[in-house]
C-alpha cells in the first residue's frame, strides 16, 4: 500500500489535488475547476489516488464527493520513526560513553 | 527518506570523534560485533542482536573521514533493503561541548526497498496538516 501510495504522488497533478483535499472533502467538479485539463483527465488522475488508498469517493445525489484518507500517511511517518528511534538510542549510548571515557580521563 | 538528529553532548570533539572511529571504542558504546577499516574507501561489518534475538548485520564503507569535524559512511542493513543509504555526522565545539548533527539519507521509503525522494518529503510536510483535521 505504501509503494502505491509513493508513486500516485510522484505526479504534480496529484500532488495539487491531495494539497486541496487536505483542507476538507470536494466534490469531483469542484476539484477539476482549477486545473486546465479535461474533466476526464482529472478523473484518472483521482482514480489513481484511489487505488493507493489516499482517496475516498462518497456518493451525494448525483455528484460524487472525494475525501482524503490520511492513513497511508500514518503509516509512512511511522516507517521513520523506526530509523529514527534506532539512532536516538545509539545516541544516548554514544553519550554515556564519552561522559565516562572523559571522567576516566579527569582522574588520571 | 531521510533522518536528521541534532544532539549536544557534554564531552570534547576530541573524545566524541574518537568514540566514532576506534573500533575498540565504537564497539563499547554500538554493542555487538564490529570488523572495520577506519580509512576513507575502508569497509566496515556490524552486527548486533535485536531485541526479539534477530541477528541484525550492518555494513558499509567510508567515504570521508575528517578529524575532530566529520564521518561519512555508506550505510546497508535489512532495514535499507538493499539500498545503499548515507549516513553522516558532523562534530562542532560548541561551549566546551559538542554538537553532534546526524544525518541518516537515501533510506527506503517502505519495506520494498523503493526511494521516492519527492513523495516523501511532500507527505512528511502534509501529515501535520492532515492529521490535525477530523
Redesign the interface.
Known sequence: M??E???A??DPTR?AI??RL?R?PRRVTELAEPFEMSLAAVSKHIQVLERAGLVKRTREGREHVLT?D?RP??E??R??S???K???E??D???????E??NQKEKK | MDVKITRRIPASVETVYRAWTDPAQIAKWQGGRLIAEIAVDGLWFWEHTSDSGKKMPHYGRYVALEKNARIVTTWMSKGTSGLESRLEVTLAEKDGGTELVLEHTGLPDDEGGRGHEGGWKYFVNRIAEVAASP
Open positions: 505504501l509503494n501510495a509513493f508513486s504522488l510522484s500532488r491531495v494539497e487536505a476538507g482524503l490520511a500517511m500514518r509512512v511517518a516507517y521513520a523506526k530509523f529514527e534506532f539512532w536516538n545509539r545516541l549510548r554514544l553519550e554515556a560513553f564519552v561522559i571515557v572523559e
